[in-house]
C-alpha cells in the first residue's frame, strides 16, 4: 500500500512538471492599478495624462516567456487630463475621437530577443498597435515579471499567480492621424506611452 | 462710479492673485483634478488616482487680471463720458 501511494505521489510530481502549460492572464483589474500614461509636449506645460479602463488577456508560459502572447485593450474613453477643457477636446472627433474610436488596442505576433532572469524577462514585443482608426505595426520593448503564487496577496483566499508588464514607448500623433494639423510648436508629435499593468492567473 | 468699478477690479485683481498663490501658485494650466500616484504593494506598480481639487493656473490669473483691468478702463471711459456731458 505504501509502495502504491509512494509511486502515485511520484508520478503526481513527474505529471504536474511535464503539465506545466502556457497560463492566460487577465488584465481586467479590479484593484485599479493598470495605467496607460501619455505624455506630449507642449509650451506651457506638457500635455500629461493616463486611461486605467484596461482589459485584455496575455497567455504567458514561465517555462518559455519567449512564447507570449496577448491583447491588451484600452477604453479610449477613460482617457484623463487634469484640465477639462482640454479633456473635452482629447475626447474630441479632432482628437481621439473617442465614440468613433472607443477602443486603444495592442496584439502581440511574438517577443523578440527574450532574455530571462530569476522571474524577469526582458524583451522586445513585435506587434500591431490600434489607435484613432490607425493600425501600425510597432515593437515596443517590455519588461515582464512573472509573480508566482502572489494573487493570494490581492485577492484574498484565491489562489494563482500574476504578470506586472510595463512598456515606455514613443508614437508618432500625426503617424495615427490624432490631430495632424496641430502644429508642432503648440504640441508635440512624439507622444510618450507608458504601460505598467498587472494581470491574473487564478488557479482553483 | 467711478472708484466703486476701480475697487472692484482691485478686489478681483487681488483676490484672484491671493487664491493663486494660497492654492499652489500652479505655473500651468487650471486644473480641476489631481493625479495621485499609488503604488501597488505586491507587483510595485504605480497607479494613478485622480482627485478632485481645483488648481488655477496662469490662464484663470491671465482671465481674472484681464477682467479687473477691463473693469478699471470702463470706470475711467465712464467718468470721461460723464465729464463729456456735463
Given at each position: 500500500m505504501k509502495k502504491i501511494l509512494c509511486s502515485l505521489s511520484i508520478m503526481s510530481v513527474i505529471c504536474g512538471g511535464t503539465l506545466a502549460a502556457p497560463q492566460d492572464f487577465d488584465f481586467k483589474d479590479p484593484k485599479g492599478v493598470n495605467v496607460a500614461v501619455f505624455k506630449l509636449d507642449a509650451p506651457l506645460e506638457a500635455v500629461n495624462g493616463s486611461a486605467n479602463a484596461i482589459s485584455g488577456t496575455v497567455t504567458f508560459d514561465p517555462e518559455d516567456p519567449a512564447k507570449t502572447k496577448g491583447r491588451i485593450v484600452v477604453a479610449a474613453s477613460s482617457l484623463h487630463v487634469p484640465n477639462?477643457?482640454?479633456?473635452?477636446?482629447?475626447?474630441?472627433?479632432?482628437?481621439?475621437?473617442?465614440?468613433?474610436?472607443?477602443?486603444?488596442?495592442?496584439?502581440?505576433?511574438?517577443?523578440?530577443?527574450?532574455?530571462?532572469?530569476?522571474?524577469?524577462?526582458?524583451?522586445?514585443?513585435?506587434?500591431?498597435?490600434?489607435?484613432?482608426?490607425?493600425?501600425?505595426?510597432?515593437?515596443?520593448?517590455?519588461?515582464?515579471?512573472?509573480?508566482?503564487?502572489?494573487?493570494?496577496?490581492?485577492?484574498?483566499?484565491?489562489?494563482?499567480?500574476?504578470?506586472?508588464?510595463?512598456?515606455?514607448f514613443p508614437i508618432s500623433r500625426k503617424a495615427f492621424g490624432i490631430n495632424p494639423n496641430a502644429p508642432e510648436d503648440k504640441v508635440s508629435d512624439t507622444i510618450d506611452l507608458t504601460l505598467s499593468i498587472a494581470g491574473a492567473a487564478p488557479r482553483s | 462710479m467711478k472708484k466703486a468699478l476701480k475697487r472692484i477690479a482691485l478686489v478681483i485683481?487681488?483676490?484672484?492673485?491671493?487664491l493663486w498663490l494660497v492654492l499652489g501658485a500652479n505655473r500651468g494650466w487650471t486644473k480641476t483634478s489631481v493625479a495621485v500616484v499609488t503604488v501597488d504593494e505586491v507587483t510595485g506598480l504605480e497607479g494613478r488616482v485622480y482627485k478632485n481639487r481645483f488648481l488655477p493656473g496662469l490662464d484663470f490669473l491671465g482671465v481674472a487680471l484681464a477682467g479687473a483691468g477691463v473693469l478699471a478702463l470702463s470706470s475711467v471711459f465712464i467718468s470721461s463720458r460723464k465729464q463729456a456731458q456735463s
Open positions: 477639462p477643457t482640454m479633456k473635452q477636446h482629447l475626447q474630441g472627433d479632432q482628437w481621439m475621437d473617442v465614440k468613433k474610436y472607443p477602443e486603444i488596442t495592442f496584439e502581440t505576433k511574438e517577443l523578440k530577443n527574450a532574455k530571462t532572469s530569476a522571474n524577469l524577462t526582458t524583451a522586445e514585443a513585435v506587434g500591431t498597435l490600434t489607435i484613432h482608426g490607425v493600425t501600425k505595426e510597432v515593437t515596443v520593448p517590455v519588461k515582464l515579471t512573472y509573480l508566482k503564487d502572489k494573487l493570494g496577496m490581492r485577492v484574498p483566499n484565491q489562489k494563482g499567480d500574476l504578470l506586472v508588464i510595463r512598456a515606455n | 485683481a487681488l483676490g484672484a492673485v491671493a
